[in-house]
Structures are given as C-alpha cells and as structure tokens.
C-alpha cells in the first residue's frame, strides 16, 4: 500500500547544495522510521541517514555535517538536504521506510529500514565541475 517516490537529484557543482524528497502516498508516514541510502556504481547500497518515527535523526559518519534529514509529517514527506556536494556523493539516492519502534542509533534505524519490501527507481546525484 504504502509507496515512496523520490526526487530532487541533478547535476551539480562540487561545494553545491541539493534537496531530496522522499514523498509518501498510500499510508502516512507518522509511524514509519525512513532511511536515506545511495548506491555509486560498483558499490552496494549504503545507508547515509535516517529518522525515526518519533523524529530523532542520524547521519552516517561519512556524511555528518553536509547530510541533514527531517520529515514533514504534514506533507507525508521526509527530505535529505546535503551541504557542500563532493564528487563521491555521485549515486542513486533511495528512501526506504519500515514501521518502527523506537530507535536510538543510526545502525539500529538503518537495519530496520533496509528491510523495506518495494524499493523505487531512486534520483540521481551527480556531482561533477
């Protein structure tokens, strides 16, 4: 029932800014901790960031600092706004969700949301001068 589409990627400077959407449709989102991941090519899928249903946030190690992520329970929507893009953060940005209970650390969310049934196409990132 619940589907998620991203959007938001595109080509961009390094030292460049984007917004992701991962917007929700089917069921609300209020319950469900979301997962930010990426994959570049020839590399797994990596979780980057995730929010919980009672909305604390984490961000990877890699990517703290540049990486913010926060929901909009209104809108069904969670965004990933990434700060002073890199040429490593090129890949395909996907968002999963899962119905959670509580969780208190970036791995424990991200292993709840990666088990995610119906993952979409994702957004491309591409960070080139």
């Known amino acids: 029932q619940l589907q998620l589409v991203e959007s938001g990627g595109g080509l961009v400077q390094p030292g460049g800014s984007l917004t992701l959407s991962c917007a929700g449709s089917?069921?609300?989102?209020?319950?469900?901790?979301v997962g930010w991941f990426r994959q570049a090519p020839g590399k797994k899928r990596e979780g980057v960031s995730c929010v919980s249903n009672d909305g604390k946030t984490f961000v990877a190690n890699s990517v703290k600092g540049r990486f913010t992520i926060s929901r909009d329970n209104a809108k069904n929507t969670i965004y990933l706004k990434i700060d002073n893009l890199q040429p490593e953060d090129t890949g395909v940005y996907y968002c999963?969700?899962?119905?959670?209970?509580?969780?208190?650390?970036?791995?424990?969310?991200?292993?709840?949301?990666?088990?995610?049934?119906?993952w979409g196409q994702g957004t491309q990132v591409t960070v080139s001068s």
């Open positions: 089917g069921a609300t989102l209020d319950g469900y901790a």
């Open positions: 999963a969700a899962q119905d959670s209970r509580v969780v208190l650390s970036f791995r424990i969310c991200v292993a709840d949301v990666i088990e995610y049934p119906d």
